[in-house]
């Protein structure tokens, strides 16, 4: 009798086991990023966001009043009750133009100076820096406009990242999933190797998630850094988004799965996963 409630108790946890990998392991340390200024008044609705998605890391863009008027020091500190960290979101595809990263590291140093005197409960954590060089018309002219471009572009993070080391400050650096092709790959490796602690690669595709990655991954194994792999989940149709770039309308749990899936594929303990973005994850939070 009980050699048979033994082997029923196996087979039962075997098929509980299995039923939680066809629906999606549930995520811990998940990234989030929030575009949205109105975020800052509603840090308590934003941590149950995070709470019940995993995310163990914000990245929020702050305006320049939010750092000097205790704005950004209330949202820090709520969420780090938490235990959520927050990093400082920013960028702007004009970065891309300046060799010497003049306003990246203005605004780097903005943070820098945010943080001085303030606790470990108050202090943002690091910077994600996402600048577009693709979205510039030096990119559409091709050639040597474009050459000169990526050039800027690549000297501009180096800058910016020595700066961030030296307000110490981690530096993650937001990358297209084409990159490798578009950029090459001796931009690609001057920007893991000597850019940043971390590349964050939009990773807007579900066709090949793994292959779309793989070089990234990589090269970000080979130079120690970390690597992120951000999922899209805004509504198709808006943005230059089809149904494939999206887990609007698969859902949470599809997206989950892939994490797990990948995780296990790479095997790499500094691969992360994020979600793009706040708003949209909420709808599909409220939606389960």
């Not at 090459?184 to 940043?196: F, K, Q, R, V, Y």
Request: charged content about 30%; aromatic content about 10%.
């Amino acid at each position: 009798m009980r050699a048979w409630m033994k082997r029923a108790g196996c087979a039962l946890l075997c098929v509980l086991a299995a039923a939680l990998l066809l629906a999606g392991t549930k995520p811990v340390g998940y990234s989030l990023y929030s575009w949205d200024q109105e975020a800052l008044e509603e840090a308590e609705a934003l941590a149950a966001c995070a709470k019940e998605a995993g995310v163990k890391r914000v990245y929020q863009e702050f305006s320049k009043d939010s750092l000097k008027d205790g704005a950004a020091e209330a949202f820090v500190k709520g969420l780090k009750k938490k235990s959520v960290d927050v990093f400082a979101l920013l960028g702007a595809k004009e970065w891309a133009r300046d060799k010497k990263g003049e306003e990246v590291i203005k605004t780097i140093r903005r943070v820098a100076e945010y943080n001085k005197g303030k606790s470990g409960s108050a202090r943002i954590t690091g910077v994600v820096v996402d600048v577009e060089p693709y979205l510039l018309d030096e990119w559409d002219e091709g050639g040597r406009a474009r050459k000169k471009l990526l050039e800027n572009y690549l000297s501009g993070m180096k800058a910016a990242y020595a700066c961030a080391q030296e307000q110490k400050l981690e530096m993650w650096l937001c990358i297209p999933h084409f990159c490798d092709a578009s950029y090459g790959e001796d931009i690609l490796e001057s920007l893991i190797a000597e850019a940043c602690d971390g590349i964050a690669v939009m990773n807007y595709n579900r066709t090949d998630e793994y292959m779309q990655i793989a070089r990234e991954v990589g090269l970000a194994r080979e130079y120690g850094k970390g690597v992120e792999c951000i999922f899209e989940l805004q509504e198709p149709y808006q943005h230059g988004l089809e149904e494939i770039h999206t887990y609007a309308t698969v859902g949470l749990d599809a997206l989950w799965k892939s994490a797990a899936r990948l995780e296990k594929q790479f095997g790499y303990d500094r691969l992360q996963f994020a979600y793009h973005y706040y708003r949209p994850l909420q709808e599909l939070l409220e939606e389960r």
